[in-house]
């Protein structure tokens, strides 16, 4: 092994949790270093053996050497307009001539879960939060996120469904609050369904965006005063784009402005 100078590391680093997790999802707390690469690693520093490679979770999901094994799902996170899905699957005609050469007689194949992508009612976000369905896959490492009616059919072992493969659950979700609390609460959800489930990696699936969804009130009041004509529900969808879309660090009031410069501009290029 390489000889690494200690001048080219920061040793003797502590975390007291939320910041690091190993590659297998488990969170770490306690000691770690940094090498030169800006690289983690578990320990005191590279003489506290073994060295074990942690991740930053805010960076996990954008982490090559990172297993990713829900990626395939999580990605899709990044784009909020989605097509309606309708059905459990669609038949083309290929398909059909395929299952009539080969005898398949498909009203016996079991339906099976595709990703759905909620979005939170007005009553919800006055309730201030929702149900989000998942369900994992019982012999692969998978999550999908459900619609209530594909829920409900794989709770009640609806005979359409492969009810046998895929195990549901739910989490409540919080939407309405402030930012940092609606945040915290998430996570810990997050964490309990991991483990009541015993399923790890559901916010890595998640891309740990805890405030999916989220109306930040602060954000609500400041655009309430910076547009007093606009009525509650218009200035609500603005809040939630606005919370969605911008830094998290940046101060309310330039929140608000640049979302409600960005309407002015968008609205010009009407014709």
Request: proline content about 7%.
């Given at each position: 092994?390489?000889?690494?100078?200690?001048?080219?590391?920061?040793?003797?680093?502590?975390?007291?949790?939320?910041?690091?997790?190993?590659?297998?999802g488990?969170?770490?707390?306690?000691?770690?270093?940094?090498?030169?690469?800006?690289?983690?690693?578990?320990?005191v520093?590279?003489?506290?053996k073994?060295?074990?490679?942690?991740f930053?979770?805010?960076?996990?999901?954008?982490?090559?050497?990172?297993?990713?094994?829900?990626i395939?799902n999580?990605?899709?996170?990044?784009?909020?307009?989605?097509e309606?899905y309708?059905?459990?699957?669609?038949?083309?005609?290929?398909?059909?001539e395929?299952?009539?050469?080969?005898k398949?007689?498909?009203?016996?194949?079991?339906?099976?879960?595709?990703?759905?992508?909620p979005?939170?009612?007005?009553?919800?976000?006055?309730?201030g939060?929702?149900?989000?369905?998942?369900?994992?896959?019982?012999?692969?490492?998978i999550?999908?996120?459900?619609?209530?009616?594909?829920?409900?059919?794989?709770?009640?072992?609806?005979p359409?469904?492969?009810?046998?493969?895929?195990?549901?659950f739910?989490?409540?979700?919080s939407?309405?609050?402030?930012?940092?609390?609606?945040?915290?609460?998430?996570?810990n959800?997050?964490?309990?369904?991991?483990?009541?489930?015993?399923r790890?990696?559901?916010?890595?699936?998640?891309?740990?965006?805890?405030?999916?969804f989220?109306?930040?009130?602060?954000?609500?009041?400041?655009?309430?005063?910076?547009?007093p004509?606009?009525?509650?529900?218009?200035?609500a969808?603005?809040?939630i784009?606005?919370?969605?879309?911008?830094?998290?660090?940046?101060?309310?009031?330039?929140?608000?402005k640049?979302?409600?410069?960005?309407?002015?501009?968008?609205k010009?290029?009407?014709?």
């Amino acid at each position: 092994m390489a000889y690494i100078p200690l001048n080219k590391v920061i040793t003797n680093l502590y975390t007291s949790g939320g910041e690091f997790q190993f590659a297998n999802g488990r969170v770490h707390i306690g000691p770690y270093w940094k090498n030169y690469k800006g690289q983690f690693f578990s320990g005191v520093s590279p003489n506290d053996k073994p060295i074990v490679q942690i991740f930053q979770i805010e960076d996990a999901t954008q982490n090559e050497s990172l297993p990713q094994p829900f990626i395939q799902n999580a990605a899709l996170y990044n784009n909020e307009t989605r097509e309606a899905y309708r059905g459990p699957y669609v038949i083309s005609d290929d398909l059909t001539e395929y299952n009539r050469i080969n005898k398949i007689d498909i009203s016996k194949v079991k339906a099976t879960p595709v990703q759905s992508y909620p979005r939170p009612s007005v009553d919800q976000y006055l309730l201030g939060q929702f149900t989000r369905c998942f369900c994992y896959k019982i012999n692969e490492p998978i999550f999908i996120e459900l619609d209530p009616q594909t829920y409900n059919a794989i709770k009640n072992k609806d005979p359409k469904w492969d009810f046998k493969t895929y195990i549901p659950f739910t989490i409540p979700w919080s939407i309405t609050g402030i930012s940092k609390t609606i945040e915290r609460v998430n996570k810990n959800q997050v964490l309990i369904a991991e483990k009541t489930t015993k399923r790890k990696n559901l916010g890595l699936f998640l891309n740990f965006n805890y405030t999916k969804f989220a109306l930040d009130l602060n954000i609500y009041q400041q655009m309430q005063k910076d547009n007093p004509k606009k009525n509650s529900a218009v200035i609500a969808d603005m809040a939630i784009k606005a919370f969605q879309t911008t830094p998290k660090n940046k101060p309310v009031s330039i929140v608000s402005k640049s979302i409600v410069n960005k309407s002015k501009v968008d609205k010009s290029r009407e014709y």
